[in-house]
């Protein structure tokens, strides 16, 4: 596909990277020559230097011809009236990112007014996002399916557990029945499991599980779950915002520590349940004073990943709290891994996982649309979750009669409100929906999975 991408900042560096890995032809187009020039050097794309908002320069990029324009710069009028353009100019399929939180309130309205495909707003998905961890805090990860009725769980097998030394088999047949172990993560190496796979204490692996069964098995593994009551964000962005709005209605006790007083003022009205702190959060005499040694869980969200990072560490050391981090730029992936900072949450990623979602989809208009998309294991593995609308090979077999591609699992079909743990004698069938874990990357269709 052809796709422009208005905005060269860290979102549309990542979308045109990973886009163009994808095998699309991308253009990208900025005003700022040094941010256009690092992406050229960089990434085999193509560059107009301009405003985006220019029907000149977005035929230059070549808005007539291409299938989709990708609005991703910093102001969110500037995005809706790139859109605006492009589908006036070349009638092509249009996203943009919206952040505003007056603006996404009435993003159905403008969705339809200006005809965008999809709106994205990666601090409100970021924010559910770690809403999801605090709610489960045991959890080092957590993907939703099927409109919330599954998740897909990162946990840690602990030393001692019950489960070290144990099959794929004997786990699903003996522990917990209604689990499947989908991706194993040991040593910084990626394992898609099958039933003789011996699991070990120290493995990192993804299960889906039913909401209400989480702590069922949390329990029967031997990992602790101590529920979060109190809740420290550093930071008063946008993001904050949406966080401490969602756990406002979870009834959790939150407070925010922001430097700007205006912001501070803003964010009392705003949130009226929340304490609003103002003060330097890199004071550490201040954080101690703000019972960062006593909070349930402590989520670093500045905009500097520096200070992030650090504070994080800081919060490792004094509390025994949850800790999440925000991570926009990381050079060094392989030192912040290592570090004590809890799970990682970058905003950037979730915007380019929905869009890359949304033109596999568009890809494959016809069949078996995708859902849902995750990246996990440093982009070694995809999570996928597929919506089944007309028959095809894949449908009506067996499981164990389908030639499935290496290194793929089913991991779980949804039929009729149901979750079915698939095992070799079980069909796909028209009308279900399918979540499929592999390391083979690209899938548009279901019928992808066959070798």
Do not use: W
């Given at each position: 596909?052809?796709?422009?991408?208005?905005?060269?900042?860290?979102?549309?560096?990542?979308?045109?990277?990973?886009?163009?890995?994808?095998?699309?032809?991308?253009?990208?187009?900025?005003?700022?020559?040094?941010?256009?020039?690092?992406?050229?050097?960089?990434?085999?794309?193509?560059?107009?230097?301009?405003?985006?908002?220019?029907?000149?320069?977005?035929?230059?990029?070549?808005?007539?011809?291409?299938?989709?324009?990708?609005?991703?710069?910093?102001?969110?009028?500037?995005?809706?009236?790139?859109?605006?353009?492009?589908?006036?100019?070349?009638?092509?399929?249009?996203?943009?990112?919206?952040?505003?939180?007056?603006?996404?309130?009435?993003?159905?309205?403008?969705?339809?007014?200006?005809?965008?495909?999809?709106?994205?707003?990666?601090?409100?998905?970021?924010?559910?996002?770690?809403?999801?961890?605090?709610?489960?805090?045991?959890?080092?990860?957590?993907?939703?399916?099927?409109?919330?009725?599954?998740?897909?769980?990162?946990?840690?097998?602990?030393?001692?557990?019950?489960?070290?030394?144990?099959?794929?088999?004997?786990?699903?047949?003996?522990?917990?029945?209604?689990?499947?172990?989908?991706?194993?993560?040991?040593?910084?190496?990626?394992?898609?499991?099958?039933?003789?796979?011996?699991?070990?204490?120290?493995?990192?692996?993804?299960?889906?599980?039913?909401?209400?069964?989480?702590?069922?098995?949390?329990?029967?593994?031997?990992?602790?779950?101590?529920?979060?009551?109190?809740?420290?964000?550093?930071?008063?962005?946008?993001?904050?915002?949406?966080?401490?709005?969602?756990?406002?209605?979870?009834?959790?006790?939150?407070?925010?520590?922001?430097?700007?007083?205006?912001?501070?003022?803003?964010?009392?009205?705003?949130?009226?349940?929340?304490l609003i702190i103002n003060g330097d959060a890199t004071d550490r005499?201040?954080?101690?004073?703000?019972?960062?040694?006593?909070?349930?869980?402590?989520?670093?969200?500045?905009?500097?990943?520096?200070?992030?990072?650090?504070?994080?560490?800081?919060?490792?050391?004094?509390?025994?709290?949850?800790?999440?981090?925000?991570?926009?730029?990381?050079?060094?992936?392989?030192?912040?891994?290592?570090?004590?900072?809890?799970?990682?949450?970058?905003?950037?990623?979730?915007?380019?996982?929905?869009?890359?979602?949304?033109?596999?989809?568009?890809?494959?208009?016809?069949?078996?649309?995708?859902?849902?998309?995750?990246?996990?294991?440093?982009?070694?593995?995809?999570?996928?979750?597929?919506?089944?609308?007309?028959?095809?090979?894949?449908?009506?077999?067996?499981?164990?009669?389908?030639?499935?591609?290496?290194?793929?699992?089913?991991?779980?079909?949804?039929?009729?409100?149901?979750?079915?743990?698939?095992?070799?004698?079980?069909?796909?069938?028209?009308?279900?929906?399918?979540?499929?874990?592999?390391?083979?990357?690209?899938?548009?269709?279901?019928?992808?999975?066959?070798?």
């Amino acid at each position: 596909m052809k796709i422009i991408i208005v905005g060269c900042g860290k979102v549309g560096y990542a979308l045109a990277e990973q886009l163009n890995e994808e095998g699309h032809d991308i253009t990208v187009i900025d005003t700022n020559s040094d941010k256009l020039e690092h992406a050229l050097s960089v990434l085999d794309v193509q560059g107009v230097e301009g405003n985006g908002t220019s029907f000149h320069i977005q035929q230059e990029a070549g808005i007539k011809e291409s299938d989709l324009l990708i609005a991703v710069t910093g102001l969110d009028e500037i995005n809706l009236l790139c859109c605006l353009i492009a589908k006036k100019a070349g009638n092509c399929n249009t996203i943009a990112r919206v952040r505003n939180p007056e603006y996404f309130s009435e993003i159905k309205y403008l969705r339809d007014e200006l005809g965008l495909a999809l709106a994205i707003n990666p601090e409100l998905a970021c924010a559910q996002g770690i809403a999801r961890l605090i709610e489960v805090p045991s959890a080092l990860d957590i993907m939703s399916f099927a409109k919330g009725r599954a998740n897909m769980i990162k946990l840690s097998i602990p030393d001692n557990s019950a489960i070290h030394n144990m099959t794929v088999y004997e786990f699903a047949t003996k522990v917990h029945t209604n689990t499947l172990i989908c991706a194993i993560e040991r040593d910084h190496e990626v394992i898609i499991p099958d039933g003789n796979t011996i699991l070990q204490q120290g493995d990192n692996m993804y299960v889906i599980i039913p909401p209400a069964e989480i702590h069922s098995l949390l329990s029967k593994i031997g990992i602790k779950a101590k529920p979060i009551k109190t809740v420290m964000i550093i930071g008063g962005s946008t993001t904050a915002y949406y966080l401490a709005r969602h756990l406002e209605g979870s009834r959790l006790r939150v407070k925010i520590v922001e430097q700007n007083p205006e912001q501070c003022e803003h964010l009392s009205e705003l949130l009226p349940r929340t304490l609003i702190i103002n003060g330097d959060a890199t004071d550490r005499q201040l954080l101690l004073e703000e019972g960062i040694d006593e909070t349930d869980a402590f989520v670093s969200l500045t905009n500097m990943d520096e200070e992030n990072l650090v504070l994080s560490l800081f919060a490792n050391k004094v509390s025994n709290a949850k800790i999440i981090t925000k991570v926009d730029k990381v050079s060094f992936e392989e030192v912040v891994e290592e570090l004590p900072i809890g799970t990682i949450a970058c905003p950037k990623n979730i915007t380019a996982k929905s869009i890359i979602q949304y033109v596999r989809a568009l890809q494959n208009s016809f069949g078996s649309n995708i859902e849902t998309l995750y990246r996990m294991l440093d982009d070694k593995v995809e999570a996928l979750e597929f919506v089944i609308k007309q028959e095809s090979k894949v449908t009506g077999k067996p499981l164990m009669e389908l030639n499935l591609k290496k290194n793929l699992l089913i991991c779980a079909i949804f039929r009729n409100g149901k979750i079915i743990t698939p095992s070799g004698k079980d069909t796909i069938i028209n009308g279900d929906t399918v979540i499929v874990v592999t390391t083979n990357k690209g899938l548009t269709d279901i019928k992808d999975i066959l070798d």
